[in-house]
């Protein structure tokens, strides 16, 4: 199988130092314009492929970024790094109370960035009006089943009536197109995934089905006991006529197809980040809740702005060791090389 295959970029530039200008550009030309920023580690759910029944160690709260170091770093991803979306995710962004702020601050800059949240909607309801007025874009909710019982199962908190208002809620503000993120549990995933398209379907909503990955804080993760791209489409195909998209994918990690009947229709995708990794196409580079550059979801090397921040240094410093971290990007994710190492810090403590 060629690296191509593997979703791996095929070119490398020269292996000299990081350019000091330009794009956010790594060795094999990959350019990320696509910033994902952890507001907190902390949630208010524990999905079981995510986080343990009793929560992890939070980080200490003098670790966190403050609302003025964020600022401050979501100002120099914009004007110098060429940073042209955001998406705040967590832990659970919602439980930040400093999230509309975060967002305000990111809409002052300019060129203004699109901006988007990735939430489990607990609250939602209540917030996303504000979140609009403050400059949210569009908003993705995270649902893995339509079922209460099997919602609480997965969660292990019984919410779903908190995540459907939120959804309605964010719909309503216009943070719009609303789409929906779904993780298929392993027992019952296949059975929920047909009254999950129907239900955002019905709605509106746009759902996206992703391919379980070796990022839970339990390090329990099996690839035979996930369920991959392949038969989440062939489990939707015996009930929707699905056509694939034909608009080209860019960056984009789903695969669209597009939903012709029966009943209403709309659009799903299927993002296949183990089974066809799309590591080639990818424009992303991450910040935590805790101020590390992550250049890959499954980075082992982190890169310390919070230090830099704190010890004085000018945001051109801090523009170089972004440039750095990013340079190192690694050509793939590995999960499917047999020296694979899962990362240390889970999903949550990274920002999905
Ligand atoms: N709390 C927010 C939420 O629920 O959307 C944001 C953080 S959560 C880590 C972001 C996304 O990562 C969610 O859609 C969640 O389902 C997904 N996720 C968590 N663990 C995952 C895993 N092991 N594999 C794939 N996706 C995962």
């Known amino acids: 199988m060629t690296v191509t295959a593997l979703g791996f970029p095929s070119l490398r530039l020269p292996v000299t130092d990081a350019p000091s200008g330009g794009p956010l550009i790594d060795t094999f030309g990959r350019v990320a314009t696509d910033l994902r920023v952890s507001l907190t580690d902390r949630c208010n759910l524990r999905c079981t492929y995510c986080m343990p029944a ?11 970024l403050t609302p003025e170091e964020l600022a ?13 979306s955001v998406r705040f995710t967590g832990g659970e962004p919602l439980v ?3 999230l509309e702020g975060a967002i305000a601050a990111a809409a002052a800059l300019t060129p203004r960035p699109e901006i988007a949240l990735t939430t489990n909607g607990i609250g939602l309801a209540r917030r996303a009006a504000g979140l609009k007025a403050a400059g949210l874009d569009r908003v993705n909710v995270s649902l893995d089943t339509v079922d209460a019982d099997r ?8 919410r779903l009536t908190d995540v459907l208002d939120g959804l309605t809620a964010a719909a309503a503000a216009g943070l719009t197109p609303v789409k929906v993120n779904a993780v298929l549990d392993p027992e019952s995933g296949l059975d929920d995934a047909v009254p999950l398209l129907r239900f955002c379907l019905e709605h509106g909503y746009q759902l996206r089905i992703i391919e379980q990955m070796p990022l839970d804080a339990d ?9 991959d791209a392949d038969r989440i489409l062939a489990t939707l195909r015996r009930h929707f006529d699905l056509r694939a998209d034909p608009a080209p994918r860019g960056s984009a990690p789903a695969q669209l197809w597009r939903v012709v009947g029966p ?29 590390q550059v992550r250049s890959c979801l ?14 004085g240094a000018d945001d051109a410093a801090i523009e170089a060791a972004w440039r750095s971290a990013m340079w190192a990007k690694p050509a793939g994710h590995g999960i499917n090389d047999p020296g694979f190492v899962q990362p240390d810090r889970p999903m949550s403590a990274i920002g999905g």
């Open 96 to 98: 930040s109370r400093h």
């Open 263 to 291: 009943g209403p229709t709309g659009t799903v995708g299927i993002v296949a980040s183990v089974s066809h990794a799309f590591c080639s196409a990818c424009d992303r580079t991450r910040l935590t809740a805790d101020g």
């Open 298 to 311: 499954f980075s082992a090397e982190e890169t310390d702005l919070r230090g830099l921040l704190r010890t």
């Open 219 to 227: 390090h329990t993760w099996q690839r035979d006991k996930t369920i």
């Open 151 to 158: 919602f609480a199962k997965i969660t292990r908190r019984d």
């Open 54 to 64: 009793e929560g992890l160690d939070w980080l200490p709260a003098d670790q966190v």
């Open 72 to 84: 401050r770093l979501l100002g120099v991803a914009i004007t110098r790094l060429g940073v042209t």
